[in-house]
């Protein structure tokens, strides 16, 4: 059994007297009544460990059996309480009555795969005459819609566009759609502003009128609750016979698991059901395209948010980045295991070449931040980083990495031909898309949205230090307090011998885990490093022995050359106090825990 450690802490006090980690962090441990844990763990049959968790999350009583098996049917709203929901469905099944031809016009993130691949294949079934996926080029035609494309598709005979996971905030682009008549509906779930483009509906749960309380959700989301909402209205107008079959829409949860994953979206409600729900049918691979990415990928167990956020997302996400933007969609919509095989090939050789190319720019965007750093490593409320040459394809990825070393909101920009893309990521609590659209808004950007999380801007070169000094002035404040609030949360503390697959198995019933719902995060006190070597790609791997005579490989990645893997590689027989994550060690034959090391401090 698991042993929960007692560690005298009052609840005022840092866990285990750390007020300074390695990753300049004071610990908190949850606060849960150890008789309260015992009491639960008891009416509900689960272990005590589990049972604090819980606890300490503040999940109610009531609520435990539904949150450790979140169900569709108990969490799927009406989909017309989301804002010209009802609108959009009326068009389509008119253009599906009168057989118009209806285009999908996808951005070439995974949710935008995703969103295209559900419409697609669900309207597919339904029998919609000749639906194509549009992908705009990353490279050529940037983010959204644009008014080049809107011409092309008319003149392939396109009577309906849907947007997905854009468009809210293409007016320009839109209003060009309308004025050749195509009619458009907008997917999304992108910030918006007051006004809205010239569109039939705008689906959009974060429209500032919406109140559906579903702007939590991926565009993928919304564009499976739109399917849901058009095959109602087929079904009540009798489109379905013995001929035409109603389709399984449950079969499509495995794309709106992957979207959803990894579009970084809150892991609660309506969104934890899709991923759970999801994740099942990807275990049974009926989906070409995911099967044979997973076989690219090597995921061979049953697939969890780890492997579609770090294994198989990144590699639908390559060819949007450095390759052909419409792959993934491709990828995702064929039934041909021989096409999917080879597309998923291609995916993989471009997630090599993206690779390659992040960790040249990554490079040289250190080298730029330290200068700005200055030699008081204090980082400025908002890093902007900028030069010529960058690949626009993999500003995201680093602008992510420098986010998580320098711990501001960042963002970094590719200039070319007089133009800069830059993306952003945020911190929790600084509203990234708030500051970017004001920035539109007063003229410092050419166009930009996003979310609380990640942004992304198109900017004049000569306008990027207007831009760094209007985020900084609107963004201080939250960044500041962001900072002061520096805290690393822990679930429960446990002995090294207690860290036991069992504990692994349990744990898991939490999930999914994301945003909203983390994997717990567990401190082993006192423990001695016996060895550390620096492997890989700037990782450190470390045997740490516990006070009880266990032992566990801890793996620290990315951080050879940060002062958490100093610390560890300098710290060879000396006593630490770690926190992290811990997963199953699948590759030594039997099962065995390791830690993913998030934080560590010296055991004064």
Not at 79 to 105: C, G, H, N, W, Y
Not at 367 to 378: P, Q, S
Not at 519 to 539: E, S
Not at 570 to 576: I, K, L, S, W
Request: with cysteine; glycine share 10%.
């Amino acid at each position: 059994m698991t042993t929960l450690q007692d560690t005298g802490n009052s609840a005022a006090d840092p866990f285990l007297g750390v007020r300074r980690s390695a990753m300049e962090q004071e610990w908190v441990l949850r606060p849960c009544i150890d008789r309260e844990a015992e009491a639960l763990a008891s009416r509900m049959s689960i272990s005590i460990t589990l049972a604090r968790i819980l606890c300490a999350r503040n999940v109610p009583e009531e609520t435990i059996a539904s949150f450790l098996n979140p169900s569709l049917r108990d969490s799927m709203p009406d989909p017309s309480v989301v804002l010209d929901m009802d609108k959009a469905v009326t068009r389509i099944v008119r253009a599906l009555q009168q057989k118009e031809r209806i285009a999908i016009f996808g951005d070439y993130d995974v949710d935008g795969a995703t969103s295209s691949a559900v419409l697609k294949r669900f309207f597919d079934a339904v029998g919609a005459k000749d639906t194509l996926i549009y992908i705009p080029d990353r490279m050529a035609e940037g983010y959204g819609p644009n008014a080049a494309a809107m011409t092309a598709l008319r003149d392939q005979g396109v009577d309906v566009v849907i947007t997905v996971d854009c468009g809210t905030l293409s007016f320009a682009p839109l209003q060009h759609a309308k004025d050749i008549g195509l009619d458009v509906i907008v997917v999304d779930h992108h910030k918006a502003e007051p006004e809205l483009p010239p569109a039939v509906a705008v689906v959009n749960p974060n429209r500032l009128d919406d109140d559906s309380d579903l702007g939590h959700l991926a565009a993928v989301g919304v564009a499976y609750l739109l399917a849901i909402a058009v095959n109602r209205a087929l079904r009540g107008a009798g489109w379905f016979t013995p001929e035409q079959a109603e389709p399984n829409l449950l079969g499509l949860l495995d794309i709106v698991a992957l979207g959803t994953v990894c579009d970084v979206v809150p892991l609660v409600g309506l969104n934890r059901a899709f991923v759970a729900q999801g994740l099942k049918v990807m275990a049974k691979r009926q989906n070409a395209g995911i099967a044979a990415l997973s076989d690219v990928a090597r995921v061979s167990e049953a697939p969890n948010t780890y492997h579609a956020g770090f294994l198989l997302g990144p590699r639908v996400n390559a060819g949007g980045r450095v390759g052909s933007s419409e792959l993934g969609a491709k990828l995702l919509t064929t039934n041909d295991r021989m096409t999917a095989s080879m597309i998923a090939e291609q995916l993989n050789g471009y997630n090599q070449d993206r690779q390659a190319i992040e960790q040249h720019v990554l490079s040289e965007a250190l080298e730029m931040a330290e200068r700005i750093v200055g030699l008081d490593g204090k980082p400025p409320a908002v890093l902007v980083v900028a030069s010529e040459g960058w690949h626009p394809g993999v500003i995201g990825i680093v602008a992510s990495r420098l986010k998580d070393k320098y711990r501001v909101p960042t963002f970094v920009i590719a200039i070319e031909d007089g133009e800069g893309k830059g993306s952003g990521r945020s911190i929790s609590g600084v509203d990234l898309g708030a500051g970017v659209i004001e920035a539109v808004q007063r003229g410092i950007l050419v166009k930009g949205g996003g979310h609380a999380m990640a942004a992304g801007l198109t900017v004049a070169p000569d306008r990027i230090d207007d831009l760094t000094s209007f985020l900084t002035d609107m963004l201080g404040k939250a960044v500041e307090k962001a900072s002061e609030a520096r805290k690393l949360v822990i679930d429960v503390s446990i002995s090294m011998m207690g860290a036991t697959p069992s504990l692994v198995d349990d744990i898991e019933t939490l999930g999914p885990f994301g945003v909203g719902n983390s994997a717990p995060r567990f401190a082993i006190p006192d423990v001695v490093i016996t060895k550390a070597d620096r492997v890989g790609q700037n990782h450190v791997r470390v045997i740490a022995k516990g006070k009880d005579g266990g032992s566990m490989k801890v793996m620290a990645f990315r951080q050879a050359d940060e002062p958490l893997g100093q610390m560890l590689l300098n710290g060879v027989g000396q006593h630490f106090h770690l926190a992290g994550k811990l997963k199953k060690d699948l590759w030594t034959g039997a099962p065995k825990v390791e830690m993913t090391l998030e934080d560590a401090a010296p055991r004064h």
